[in-house]
């Protein structure tokens, strides 16, 4: 069975994975705004019905992300927390 140091460094070691998963994140939520941008920028001016569709999908997309990091954030905190009890 691990000792309490141990168990901490273990706890660390999440929390770094979920540091370096907020920064895919941010990549995607980045690679996801450019390519609603680059959307937008191509079907303006055009009379496509499922564009708004496919704008307000881009945006959902985007949110999601933000929720994601969210959560990760409360998890990590969470997981602090636990480690300061042992």
Known sequence: MANIDEIRAGIGR???QATE???ALRHARQAIEEAAS???QNIYGTAQNDAD???GRFAAA???ID??????HVAMQS?????ARL
């Not at 929720?67 to 990760?72: G, H, I, W």
């Not at 997981?79 to 480690?83: E, G, N, P, R």
Request: avoid cysteine; glycine fraction near 4%.
């Open 14 to 16: 999440a929390n770094q």
């Open 21 to 23: 998963s907020l920064g």
């Open 38 to 40: 680059a959307f937008s």
């Open 53 to 55: 569709d496919a704008r």
């Open 62 to 64: 985007s949110e999601k």
């Open 67 to 72: 929720e994601v990091e969210q959560m990760l």
């Open 79 to 83: 997981a602090d927390d636990v480690a």
